[in-house]
């Protein structure tokens, strides 16, 4: 089966930074990667698919790249709503794995 | 709007059984994939199963295959799991979640009902 990684896992920034997780794929996915937002105590939301669609209603702030084994979610400006742990997801195949996440805060 | 409620999480011991329900409205139930993903306490989010519209396609992860089945019934607009066999590591707070067309992405979330696995 593909493995998801994220790097960092964790990491502490300041308003209006621009911030950048990884994810990787131990195998090609083409572009078959979500990005979701998880805050705390709440459900996940899908933000991009397709590595850079941006889901309806999803802040401009918001935006994924890459193709089949490495891919980013950039927040070009961090705000303090964006406090959450970001996890990625392939879905070309069963099964779909998620990354670890990583755990996103203000500095 | 799009609501998924799920229901039927609680207490089991070890080696038990437990179905869980979502209930599904505010769109063509029977036009969409669904599926159950879960997160233990703290932890991250990991795929759970997955049935196509008509129920011809069913999907699990190893770390349930042969221990849960999932289900549906379009007429009903509800998706079920039968969790057996019980273990510690399944506890978690289960999430019914639905795809959008052509994709095996997870668009709606329900709020989740937790199963909790212990003696």
């Known amino acids: 089966d593909i493995q998801m990684t994220q790097s960092p896992s964790s990491l502490s920034a300041s308003v209006g930074d621009r911030v950048t997780i990884t994810c990787r794929a131990s195998?090609?996915?083409?572009?078959?990667l979500a990005w979701y937002q998880q805050k705390p105590g709440k459900v996940p939301k899908l933000l991009i698919y397709?590595?850079?669609t941006l889901q309806s209603g999803v802040p401009s702030r918001f935006s994924g790249s890459g193709s089949g084994t490495d891919f980013t979610l950039t927040i070009s400006s961090l705000q303090p709503e964006d406090v959450a742990t970001y996890y990625c997801q392939k879905y070309n195949s069963a099964p779909f794995t998620f990354g670890p996440g990583t755990k996103v805060d203000i500095k | 709007e799009v609501q998924l409620v799920e229901s039927g999480g609680g207490l089991v011991k070890p080696g038990g059984s437990l179905r869980l329900s979502c209930a599904a409205s505010?769109?063509?139930?029977?036009?969409?994939?669904m599926n159950w993903v879960r997160q233990a306490p703290g932890k991250g989010l990991e795929w759970v199963s997955s049935?196509?519209?008509?129920?011809?396609?069913?999907y699990y992860a190893d770390s349930v295959k042969g221990r849960f089945t999932i289900s549906r019934d379009n007429a009903k607009n509800s998706l079920y799991l039968q969790m057996n066999s019980l273990r510690a590591e399944d506890t978690a707070v289960y999430y019914c979640a639905r795809c959008p067309p052509r994709a095996a992405t997870f668009d709606y979330w329900g709020q989740g009902t937790l199963v909790t696995v212990s003696s």
């Open positions: 397709a590595a850079s």
């Open positions: 049935i196509s519209s008509s129920s011809s396609y069913i």
């Open positions: 505010g769109f063509t139930f029977s036009s969409y994939s």
């Open positions: 195998q090609g996915i083409s572009n078959y």
